[in-house]
């Protein structure tokens, strides 16, 4: 018999929820850090499917207190406050037909002539606020920060970028978080 350390093949880089195994290839499925990240009921099918009659499944998981965790739950916090009706990102979709406006002379007294626009741009400014206490409080800070500066790139933009440019970016940014969150 080969020595053990002859015998063990490491594959790393491979989706778990479609391993590129014959069914029943091994003996001892390992995965580290790995599995959880996965979708589960897909990457325990097929853990089942590769693994010999009688194989060992070992897992190693971040423990539910573990920091990884712990940054996992605050972003999620934060991106469902981020995404909450009504709050920053609403706020700043209402925001963006007035700076659209901003372009010209003529549109930016406009708006500075409008009281709705004043209102808007109060309401968004309260957000933006509220988002800089969160941050200074938030021991990970990272993910409202982040939206902090490109919620102000975009709206800095958008009188050069027009309106729906602006609306199209700020959906990106949605779908981004939207994406981190499922993560």
């Known amino acids: 018999i080969p020595p053990v350390r002859e015998r063990l093949r490491v594959q790393g880089g491979i989706a778990a929820e479609a391993l590129p195994f014959a069914d029943h290839s091994f003996d001892l499925i390992v995965s580290q850090y790995g599995i959880e990240y996965s979708d589960l009921a897909r990457s325990a099918a097929e853990v089942v499917r590769v693994r010999k009659a009688g194989g060992t499944v070992a897992l190693v998981l971040h423990?539910?207190?573990?920091?990884?965790?712990?940054?996992?739950?605050?972003?999620?916090?934060?991106?469902?406050?981020?995404?909450?009706?009504?709050?920053?990102?609403?706020?700043?979709?209402?925001?963006?037909?007035?700076?659209?406006?901003?372009?010209?002379?003529?549109?930016?007294?406009?708006?500075?002539?409008?009281?709705?626009?004043?209102?808007?741009?109060?309401?968004?400014?309260?957000?933006?606020?509220?988002?800089?206490?969160r941050a200074q409080a938030e021991p990970a800070p990272d993910l409202l920060l982040e939206m902090q500066a490109a919620l102000g790139q975009v709206l800095g933009a958008t009188a050069q970028s027009g309106e729906r440019a602006a609306r199209e970016r700020l959906q990106s940014l949605v779908d981004g978080l939207g994406e981190a969150r499922l993560r």
């Open 63 to 133: 423990h539910r207190d573990s920091l990884p965790v712990q940054l996992g739950r605050a972003e999620v916090a934060h991106i469902d406050w981020l995404l909450a009706a009504g709050g920053l990102f609403d706020r700043a979709r209402r925001l963006v037909p007035f700076l659209a406006r901003l372009d010209t002379p003529a549109g930016a007294a406009s708006v500075q002539r409008d009281p709705e626009a004043t209102k808007v741009r109060t309401r968004f400014n309260e957000s933006m606020r509220a988002l800089e206490q």
